[in-house]
Protein backbone atom coordinates (compact mmCIF):
# COMPACT_ATOMS: atom_id res chain seq x y z
CA UNK A 1 0.00 0.00 0.00
CA UNK A 2 1.19 3.56 -1.01
CA UNK A 3 0.02 7.28 0.07
CA UNK A 4 1.02 10.14 0.14
CA UNK A 5 1.69 12.36 2.62
CA UNK A 6 2.55 15.89 2.37
CA UNK A 7 3.90 15.40 -1.52
CA UNK A 8 6.14 12.10 -0.27
CA UNK A 9 5.49 9.03 -1.32
CA UNK A 10 5.38 6.67 1.90
CA UNK A 11 5.36 2.72 1.79
CA UNK A 12 3.89 0.31 3.74
CA UNK A 13 5.02 -2.64 4.43
CA UNK A 14 2.19 -4.38 6.49
CA UNK A 15 3.99 -7.97 7.30
CA UNK A 16 7.53 -6.73 8.24
CA UNK A 17 8.86 -3.02 9.29
CA UNK A 18 12.13 -2.33 11.29
CA UNK A 19 11.83 0.65 13.83
CA UNK A 20 14.36 3.46 13.85
CA UNK A 21 16.40 0.69 16.27
CA UNK A 22 16.72 -1.94 13.60
CA UNK A 23 14.33 -4.29 15.61
CA UNK A 24 12.66 -6.58 13.07
CA UNK A 25 8.36 -5.75 14.30
CA UNK A 26 5.74 -8.04 14.17
CA UNK A 27 2.40 -6.67 11.72
CA UNK A 28 0.45 -5.46 15.07
CA UNK A 29 3.73 -3.43 16.43
CA UNK A 30 5.02 -2.36 12.95
CA UNK A 31 1.49 -0.74 12.14
CA UNK A 32 1.18 0.85 15.91
CA UNK A 33 5.27 2.26 15.08
CA UNK A 34 4.45 3.52 11.59
CA UNK A 35 0.82 5.16 12.99
CA UNK A 36 2.88 6.79 15.71
CA UNK A 37 5.37 7.81 12.97
CA UNK A 38 2.90 9.73 10.54
CA UNK A 39 0.93 11.62 13.63
CA UNK A 40 4.70 12.41 15.13
CA UNK A 41 5.55 13.73 10.94
CA UNK A 42 1.71 15.27 10.43
CA UNK A 43 2.32 17.19 14.12
CA UNK A 44 5.63 18.33 13.15
CA UNK A 45 4.55 19.76 9.39
CA UNK A 46 1.35 21.52 10.96
CA UNK A 47 3.66 23.16 13.44
CA UNK A 48 5.80 24.61 10.78
CA UNK A 49 2.96 25.73 8.75
CA UNK A 50 1.60 27.37 12.04
CA UNK A 51 5.33 29.12 12.22
CA UNK A 52 5.46 30.15 8.56
CA UNK A 53 1.68 31.72 8.52
CA UNK A 54 1.29 35.27 10.11
CA UNK A 55 -0.39 36.29 13.08
CA UNK A 56 -3.88 37.54 12.61
CA UNK A 57 -4.93 38.06 16.68
CA UNK A 58 -7.42 41.20 16.21
CA UNK A 59 -8.88 41.80 19.98
CA UNK A 60 -11.51 44.12 20.54
CA UNK A 61 -12.56 46.39 23.86
Do not use: P
Not at 8 to 37: F, P
Amino acid sequence: MESQLSGQKVSVISYICHNSGGQLLKRCQSEMWLTAQLSIYGEAAQSERLRNEADFLIVFR
